[in-house]
């Protein structure tokens, strides 16, 4: 008969000596697991050999395996950047395809234009001033730049930033001029509201959300439709960007774009028109400088 007494699997005495393997394996692992948990000083003794005798060998496989983390690495940024190569191939492509339809729009518009006799809007010419101060109340939403009739303002030229309308100037000094919000409760502007142009008057009332007055009957207006200026009585030009329509209890309402509340910087408009006359005459600064004695100040790029 063979003999299987080596075997872990044998017979000796007829009990398997596997079981009694396992269980003092069993033993062994918890005592290690409770002495680690006690944090027993031969535990840490032993594990602060087996780290001394280890660390070399994990060195030399950390430093072995470098090359591939890095191989690795790099071939997952070629894939990224195939990916985007291809993405931005498409990307073109489609512009490609928005460049010939705008370049044939404008070819009409210039053939319509032509064809009509339109007359070109005329570029308005800018200055960008500091906002040194700001007057905020319950009622009354104003502010200072640091320009006036020497550079070239009138009362009722538009204010705007970089994200949209801001207000007019009402008051214009010598070297300051006084800024009417959008907000304050003074304030009113022509606007159209959404895709079918709804006309509308922007009223402020000091809470900083102003509110859509005047709006023709069966006309529809939504939350979210964009409101810009709408040029009608000619103090704005026609288009300027405002905000959006929110809906609310009182009718609906208008978020403007621009932070009235920060502001830092301002674009002032030198938007003439015949209606500016009648406002910048009936401004204080101007009648200040004509009780004065002085001339009337040059229009922007002319000689005084």
Known sequence: MHDD??????????????????????????GLMVLSRLEHSYVRVLRGHLTDALAPALSMT?????????????LGQQ???AEDHERLKRELQELESWKRRAGELERRFGDLAHASRLVPEPVVPFVTARVVAMSTGTFTYSAIVAAGRSHGLKAGFPV???????????????????????????????????????????AGDGRGMP?????????????????????????FPRGLRVGEVIASGEGPRVR????????????VMFFETPTLDLTDA???????????GKPPLAKPGEQP
Do not use: C, W
């Open 282 to 292: 009936a401004s204080p600064a101007r009648a200040r400088r004509e009780l004065a």
């Open 160 to 202: 705007v930033n970089a994200d949209g309308l801001v207000g007019r100037i009402v008051d214009a000094g010598e070297a300051s001029a006084r800024l009417l919000l959008a907000t304050d409760q003074a304030s009113r502007i022509p606007v159209q509201v959404g895709a079918s142009s709804v006309r509308a008057i922007m």
């Open 62 to 74: 950390a430093a072995a395996v470098a090359p591939l983390k890095t191989l690795a690495g790099r």
């Open 79 to 81: 894939l990224d950047a």
């Open 5 to 30: 007494s080596f075997l872990l699997t044998g017979r000796e005495g007829g009990r398997p000596r596997f079981g009694v393997l396992m269980g003092v394996l069993l033993l062994v692992s918890a």
């Open 256 to 267: 403007l774009h621009a932070n009235t509340d920060a502001l830092d910087y301002v674009i």
């Open 211 to 235: 509110r859509l007055q005047h709006v023709g009957q069966g006309t529809e207006i939504k939350a979210g439709d964009a409101v810009v200026t709408s040029g009608v009585g000619g103090l």
